[in-house]
């Protein structure tokens, strides 16, 4: 197994005014092909800013991040664009679908900034729309959706540049139990069908779904445990 | 994805479309002005133009307002001005009031010889017009305005009808053709008879004014410095009591007045296209604010800076140029009506058009540069998280 996202020594500190705020220390991090990671930790435990380090839309004060084998420490904006577009899949919280798009159009939208035709892209998003069960709603609006099916359209739309992670943030955040359950089991189909898949969670139930959990507390990885590895 | 980034650009505008229409309609008043006002102006010199060209732009007029002792020039004067070289003709011209003979109003009397005619071959409706023999031998004959005929021989042929005009009988020989010129004397009522008999009957022994007919190629300052020698002797070296116009002159200073009130309107009509990409600099910024979070998601799922940058500044040149048509549509047709009120002529031109267009273009730019580079320099993370 080869590692997707390599983090060595990473650390982040933000200026507060005069005070130094250090929010990630000394991260050592693997995440291997086909691992279903959960980093769980309270708010304020840095996970966020982990998350966004992981998703090259932040960059560290010191260390070093390597996703898909490349280093980020020294790429421009474009490139990181870029990378982001070919590497990671987001699926956020609060969905984040354009409101005056379809859903067919929402999930195209990774693959207009990979350049590809028009007519590859209909295909390629109407297929992962397929996958998870919304075939038949390819022209609706996001509001015309439940939340449960709005995040399934954000899933496909993650999913729909196959990159070689998957970033999920309090995906059932925004849902109720029921319908969270649902999503956590699509996430479970997709690990057991290889996807890599790092989750950030602050609920212990919810983190359990992963192969390994990462306990991230005051920027600091204090305790990992596998399961069922 | 150009193609993309227009899409969005309509679906953005048409989502928010009375904001949008607001914002649009200081470059619509701008360029609608400008189209408007360029096209009147052209219009109205257009008309000037050829109402200079008809009374003839190789015609030199000399206007005499004479002194106590001498009223105007003699016959004699008026042949030494003949003797010009690159002269083909001199016209003497006499005008008067006389009382119309069928209402208590008064009509224009011109004295003219037969070289008006000869020069203007284009003056008659119908008849004959003034001949060397009726000068020469003081016939009683009159050509008529085309309104007189009408007034004085209503459904009849005005040829070989009398006229009296102070006593005399004149035989009219001839009709002057209508004309739609807006001069201050019309030409469609007016008497023209042989000018010393207008002498006679105006009483004066002088002539006041004369045109210089130019051969073609002449040299117009030459003919204007010999004209000039010649009234300086008449009337004993005062200078100011005649004036010598060039119509060609005449023609160029009426094109360089009318083009330095174009400048002047468009000037003025760029301050509301100047006011208008400022509306439009207004409503981008807040729509960067508005869609902080669609931005970071775009950055999110790979969208480049450049590419953030792009598709803002697509879409206020989108809304301006939009707002350019609408006012280059909206400018033609307050052309249209000003120059059916006015009865001018018409001429949309499309340089005009081009240039209004390129202009709202370059608006939508250099307006939509700075949101467009404010989007395209917003952290994703912050941007993110104010969702």
Redesign the interface.
């Known amino acids: 197994m080869s590692a997707i996202v390599s983090m060595n020594d990473l650390s982040k500190s933000y200026q507060l005014g005069e005070e130094q705020q250090t929010v990630l220390k000394s991260i050592q991090l693997e995440v291997q092909q086909g691992d279903f990671v959960t980093i769980l930790g309270p708010s304020g435990s840095g996970k966020s800013t982990l998350m ?1 380090m992981i ?1 090259c ?2 960059t560290p004060s010191s260390g070093d991040y390597t996703v898909g084998g490349k280093n980020t420490a020294d790429m421009s ?2 490139e990181l ?2 990378l ?3 590497e990671i899949g ?1 699926v ?1 919280q ?1 969905f ?1 679908l ?1 409101p ?2 379809s859903i067919l159009e929402n999930v195209e ?2 693959l ?4 590809l035709s028009k007519k590859v892209r209909r295909n390629l998003a109407a297929d992962l729309l397929g996958k998870v069960g919304l075939a038949d709603k390819l022209s609706h609006k996001p509001n015309q959706l439940s939340g449960g099916q709005q995040q399934r359209v954000a899933i496909a ?1 993650a999913l729909v ?1 196959a990159p070689s992670l998957l970033l999920a943030d309090e995906p059932t955040g925004a849902l109720d139990q029921q319908t969270g359950k649902q999503i956590m089991t699509l996430f479970t189909q997709l690990h057991q069908e290889g996807k890599t898949i790092v989750m950030i969670t602050h609920d212990e139930k919810i983190a359990r779904y992963g192969s390994r959990i990462i306990h991230l507390l005051d920027g600091e990885i204090r305790e990992e445990r596998g399961q069922g590895v | ?1 150009f193609r ?1 980034n227009i899409r969005m650009a309509w ?2 505008i048409s ?1 928010n479309r009375m904001r949008s229409f607001l914002t649009m309609l200081g470059i619509v008043i701008g360029v609608g002005a400008i189209i408007a006002l360029m096209t009147i102006v052209n219009g109205a010199t257009a008309s000037i133009n050829e109402e200079v060209s008809t009374f003839g732009a190789d015609r030199i007029s000399i206007q005499i307002q004479g002194t106590e002792q001498k009223a105007g020039m003699t016959s004699e004067e008026i042949a030494d001005l003949t003797e010009i070289e690159g002269v083909r003709g001199v016209s003497p011209t006499l005008q008067g009031m006389v009382a119309s003979p069928v209402s208590a109003d008064d009509i224009s009397l011109s004295g003219r010889s037969e070289v008006y005619f000869e020069q203007t071959p284009d003056a008659l409706e119908k008849g004959r017009g003034l001949l060397q023999a009726d000068i020469e031998q003081e016939t009683p004959v009159a050509v008529i305005g085309a309104e007189l005929a009408n007034q004085w021989f209503p459904l009849e042929d005005p040829i070989n009808k009398e006229v009296t005009l102070n006593g005399r009988t004149f035989t009219v020989v001839g009709v002057l053709a209508p004309s739609s010129s807006f001069s201050v004397t019309s030409v469609n009522e007016l008497v023209m008879i042989p000018y010393p008999l207008a002498q006679r009957v105006l009483g004066v022994t002088t002539i006041n004014q004369t045109d210089l007919y130019m051969e073609a190629g002449a040299d117009a300052n030459g003919i204007v410095d010999q004209a000039t020698v010649v009234l300086r002797n008449a009337f004993n070296q005062n200078e100011d009591v005649y004036s010598v116009t060039n119509f060609e002159d005449a023609l160029a200073s009426i094109d360089q007045i009318n083009s330095m009130l174009s400048m002047l309107l468009v000037g003025i009509a760029s301050i509301s296209l100047l006011v208008g990409g400022i509306g439009i600099m207004n409503m981008m910024l807040v729509s960067v604010t508005e869609r902080t ?2 931005i970071g ?11 953030i940058q792009l598709q803002f500044l697509l879409e206020s040149i989108f809304l301006s140029l939009l707002g350019g048509l609408i006012g280059i549509g909206f400018g033609a047709a307050l052309a249209f009506l000003a120059s059916l009120a006015m009865g001018i002529g018409f001429t949309l031109s499309g340089t005009s058009i081009v240039i209004a267009a390129g202009f709202s273009m370059i608006i939508g730019v250099i307006f939509g540069f700075v949101p467009a580079r404010k989007a395209s320099r917003l952290n ?2 912050e941007a ?1 998280r104010s ?1």
């Open positions: 966004n998703g839309l932040d904006e474009k664009a870029a982001r577009n070919k987001f956020f609060q984040q354009l005056r798009l939208l990774p207009i900034y990979s350049g739309r540049t | 994805m993309e679906l953005n989502a979070s669609e998601l775009r950055k999110a799922l790979g969208a480049s800076p450049g590419y994703p993370i993110l969702a």
